[in-house]
């Protein structure tokens, strides 16, 4: 009697459904969307941003570096940029290293 109930336990336990392969990609499905959403998209959103930003500089923006120094574009290369940061203190930057426009913010 006692082989009995170990046999049925063991065929009980043997009859657990197995996951089918939806709700196995669901999960990971889910957590792609949510990453797309909440890390991927904000990040390209702000590099368009950013880009648009050093596309459109011009002479006469009042601009913050990467650095925290602020200046006004006194010429615009394309790859470089020379601000004046004083009375009689020009600095040459990269571009890239242009954080913020200054003027751009007052505007809006």
Same mark, same amino acid.
């Given at each position: 009697?006692? =082989?009995?109930?170990?046999?049925?336990?063991?065929?009980?336990?043997?009859?657990?459904?197995?996951?089918?392969?939806?709700?196995?990609?669901?999960?990971?499905?889910?957590?792609?969307?949510?990453?797309?959403?909440?890390?991927?998209?904000?990040?390209?959103?702000?590099?368009?941003?950013?880009?648009?930003? =050093?596309?459109?500089?011009?002479?006469?923006?009042?601009?913050?570096?990467?650095?925290?120094?602020?200046?006004?574009?006194?010429?615009?290369?394309?790859?470089?940029?020379? =601000?004046?940061?004083?009375?009689?203190?020009?600095?040459?930057?990269?571009?890239?290293?242009?954080?913020?426009?200054?003027?751009?913010?007052?505007?809006?």
């Amino acid at each position: 009697m006692n =082989l009995s109930l170990i046999e049925v336990a063991y065929a009980q336990g043997a009859k657990a459904a197995q996951p089918s392969i939806v709700e196995i990609l669901v999960m990971p499905l889910a957590f792609l969307v949510i990453m797309y959403f909440l890390v991927i998209r904000p990040q390209q959103k702000r590099q368009k941003e950013q880009g648009d930003l =050093l596309a459109n500089l011009k002479v006469g923006d009042e601009v913050v570096t990467s650095g925290g120094i602020i200046g006004r574009i006194k010429a615009v290369a394309e790859q470089f940029v020379t =601000l004046e940061a004083g009375p009689s203190t020009t600095l040459k930057i990269q571009k890239s290293h242009i954080s913020s426009a200054l003027k751009a913010k007052a505007e809006k």
